[in-house]
């Protein structure tokens, strides 16, 4: 078993921070649901079941301090939603960040759009490192002078003071889903993005908050005949008129918005055939795609399912061109997955910056690679004892069979309530971020 | 990596999926020896309306009472044991909640550890 994957050079894991409590005791509105690098990699941001952003920022190289070069620290930290009460259906809309996506950077202030089960939010966050001194009308400490005690004027001065950062909430976009909301996507064209919830997909302008275009609406006229909801939705990388969204039923649409203004006719179908005699109980909730992300190419998307990953090359949809089993030995588990409800946890994935490698979360705190040239994969753990600084990450491996040898780790003694359901991959450089309830664990190739 | 002939490839793969459908038939006997009455489509609209029905469930004085003008005109038939049973979690109208069912206060808004 390989130490390390990766194309080329081997990586070489090491653990560089850990961020959040140490305590057992987990507060529910501490546990991460979102994390996200924004394109430079420069910042990364994460959004919680409290309804709470809180960025990291990447320390400069200095040779001041060399040993911070490449940390991140907080940067920005802010209430994105609360929760609301809905009086109509009687129903709490929870204040959970469901995803935080980053717009490109086009001035010196950062905008995100962050998203709970209703409502999605423009925040701008801006740096203050000067302010005006010398006001005429005012004192140094914001009283107002009297204005008939001024004899003489002067230019306000800008002055330097210690760096602040603000986020305030530029746009609402709200009112526009009935069911909840599971994707956000910023369209390569920066001035349009989609919002998806189980039944439809809304196609926004970043600029105009009062309206919305429905593009997909898969709610059947009567609700008894509802039998595959939207899972996830994404736009092309490079293609402002195609976007994706995966069903629970695990197929995949590719939809073109020139063909017309309402996209439920697909321009793609994709779907991976199946024996109909080997189907079972299980067969359609494992087969629901919990997450659905392009490569940064824009040639191949991945769809994560309750087992597996898969590659598909858009230009095939009969079937995936590639398929990782990431916990093969859950499938003599399901029963006790489903009666705990573990079946139905929505696990993402995501590529590095060169479409090289991927990489998504499993239980026990372990999270899993795959390298897609050398077909070598590493199992790691997220974990506070390996979280000496720089120390190499040890692979991990679970034993299925009887004989279970030294450091290896039955089925039965994983822990399904620690799961990694969230990981981020640095766009460049190979850092990644992985969210372990309501810890933030940062890992770094040691070659960085 | 394992160097392997194609059709001894072959074989295995055929056996590793015969294998898996085992497996998983396997579980769904268990499932099915556990719970007798559950519903042959899982994937089907009850399931899916529960997702789509997520979220905590407040007392609704409408509700509360035409459900009891329901009960008083014809017994309840005998619930299926559907998942939504299972877990509890019931369409607003067809349970009167009791003050069991209320879920807790949330606590007042702090700043997120992470930050910290």
């Known amino acids: 078993m390989m130490a390390g994957v990766g194309g080329g050079n081997d990586f070489q894991w090491c653990f560089s921070q850990v961020k959040g409590a140490t305590d057992e005791d987990v507060a529910e509105a501490d546990i991460i649901s979102t994390v996200e690098f924004n394109y430079s990699g420069e910042l990364l941001a994460t959004g919680d079941k409290g309804g709470r952003v809180v960025i990291f920022q990447r320390e400069q190289e200095s040779k001041n301090r060399p040993l911070s070069r490449g940390e991140y620290n907080v940067y920005s930290t802010f209430q994105s939603h609360e929760p609301e009460f809905d009086y109509l259906k009687s129903l709490e809309i929870e204040e959970k960040i469901n995803k935080i996506r980053w717009l490109p950077q086009q001035n010196a202030a950062h905008f995100l759009l962050s998203t709970n089960d209703k409502t999605i939010k423009l925040w701008k966050i801006s740096e203050r490192d000067k302010r005006a001194e010398g006001y005429n009308l005012k004192d140094e400490d914001g009283r107002l002078r009297d204005p008939f005690r001024i004899t003489s004027l002067r230019v306000p001065v800008l002055m330097p003071m210690d760096l602040m950062v603000e986020a305030s909430p530029r746009r609402i976009f709200a009112n526009a889903h009935t069911y909840h909301i599971n994707s956000i996507s910023v369209n390569s064209d920066y001035e349009t993005y989609l919002s998806a919830d189980d039944l439809r997909i809304n196609l926004w302008h970043l600029e105009i908050t009062d309206r919305s275009f429905n593009i997909v609406d898969i709610k059947p006229a009567n609700m008894e005949e509802l039998t595959e909801v939207i899972t996830a939705a994404e736009c092309h990388p490079h293609q402002c008129n195609v976007f994706v969204y995966s069903s629970s039923k695990g197929t995949i649409r590719l939809c073109d918005m020139r063909a017309g203004a309402l996209c439920d006719r697909h321009s793609k179908f994709f779907e991976e055939p199946e024996d109909p005699s080997s189907r079972s109980f299980f067969s359609e909730i494992i087969s629901s795609i919990s997450d659905v992300k392009f490569s940064h190419s824009g040639r191949y998307m991945m769809t994560r399912d309750y087992l597996s990953v898969k590659v598909w090359d858009l230009n095939m949809e009969n079937r995936p061109v590639e398929t990782y089993q990431v916990h093969e030995y859950l499938r003599s588990k399901l029963c006790s997955l489903y009666e705990n409800d573990c079946i139905f946890d929505k696990f993402e994935c995501c590529w590095n910056g060169s479409d090289s490698a991927i990489m998504t979360g499993s239980y026990n705190n372990f999270f899993r690679m795959f390298d897609r040239n050398t077909r070598r994969d590493i199992t790691l753990e997220a974990s506070r004892e390996n979280s000496k600084p720089r120390a190499m990450l040890k692979p991990r491996k679970v034993c299925t069979g009887g004989k279970r040898k030294k450091d290896e780790i039955s089925v039965d003694s994983l822990d399904f309530n620690k799961k990694i359901l969230h990981t981020a991959w640095h766009p460049k450089e190979n850092v990644i971020a992985v969210a372990a309830t309501n810890n933030l664990y940062i890992f770094q190739d040691k070659l960085n | ?116």
């Open chain 2, 1 to 116: 990596m394992e160097d392997t002939k194609p059709e001894e490839t072959n074989v295995e793969e055929q056996k590793e999926e015969e294998n898996k459908i085992c497996l998983e038939k396997l579980e769904e006997a268990k499932l099915k020896d556990k719970y007798p009455h559950l519903g042959n489509k899982p994937g089907g609209s009850d399931l899916l309306r529960k997702r789509l029905q997520k979220g905590p469930k407040y007392f609704d004085s409408g509700d509360y009472n035409m459900a009891k003008a329901k009960t008083k005109n014809k017994q309840l038939p005998v619930a299926q044991m559907e998942k939504v049973e299972i877990t509890g979690d019931h369409i607003t109208g067809d349970h009167i909640p009791t003050p069991q069912d209320l879920p807790q206060r949330k606590p007042s808004l702090v700043a997120s550890k992470l930050a910290g």
